[in-house]
């Protein structure tokens, strides 16, 4: 009798844990929402693209799409900031008593204005000197001419020769070499020593002048 007892007692808890967290699930399910949503320029009414919906205090959020378009998952009470890029940054915060699971929102974004500081421009006081200034004066380049000279085919043909090739480009080669193999296999690959064509094209490239040192402006510099 005693062992029955025990057994109906496990019994009887096992069930009301079970729905003590079904009961649980039901109210963590309704505090969650879902934000289907528009991003609009407040003046003109048109979509704002790439507008970063962040839930404020937690890290997670969505972008908005080309369209303006997002959709968001979060609960209800949370605060959701809207920023991007030329626009003032806004909070949206969702009452905790909203009815339902989905809702849906237009939120208009109010462009910002940017002011630079003042740049006075004023001129040489003399020719000689705008003469001197042009022929000595070193400006520094800024980051797209640094970017411009490290990406120059020059400078790219040079790293290439200078630097080790890598796993990826050793195997690009033996496969090219092995299928090169395999197209003349069985008999003498040719050689262009013995090729006009290679020849006609190295003559009109010694007429042009393309070997000349001058002609390559970051020649000094290997």
């Known amino acids: 009798m005693g062992l029955k007892s025990v057994s109906y007692g496990l019994l009887l808890f096992c069930l009301l844990c079970i729905g003590g967290n ?15 949503g528009i991003t609009m320029t407040a003046d003109s009414l048109r979509a704002v693209p790439d507008v970063t919906i962040v839930v404020k205090n937690k890290n997670r959020g969505v972008e908005s799409e080309n369209n303006g378009v997002f959709s968001i998952v979060c609960y209800k009470g949370d605060t959701l900031q809207f920023h991007c ?7 949206y915060v969702i009452a905790k008593d909203m009815k339902g699971q989905i809702f849906s929102m237009i939120q208009l974004m109010v462009q910002d ?14 020719k000689e000197a705008f003469e001197f200034a042009f022929t000595h004066w070193h ?10 000279r490290n990406t120059d085919a020059y400078i790219m043909r040079a790293l290439a ?56 402006p970051y020649a000094k510099n290997y």
Request: charged letters at 25%; zero cysteines; glycine letters at 6%.
């Open 22 to 36: 079904v009961a649980a699930q039901g109210i963590y399910d309704d505090k969650i929402i879902q934000i289907n």
């Open 85 to 91: 890029l030329g626009f003032r940054a806004k909070e």
């Open 113 to 126: 204005t940017f002011y630079l500081p003042e740049t006075i421009i004023r001129p040489l006081p003399s």
């Open 139 to 148: 400006i520094p380049s800024d980051q797209y001419e640094i970017a411009r």
């Open 161 to 216: 020769y200078t630097l080790p090739r890598d796993g990826r480009e050793q195997q690009s080669r033996l496969l090219q070499q092995q299928a090169r193999e395999a197209v003349y296999y069985g008999q003498q690959q040719p050689m262009n020593i013995f090729n006009p064509i290679a020849w006609g094209q190295f003559f009109e490239a010694w007429k042009r002048g393309d070997f000349r040192r001058e002609n390559n």
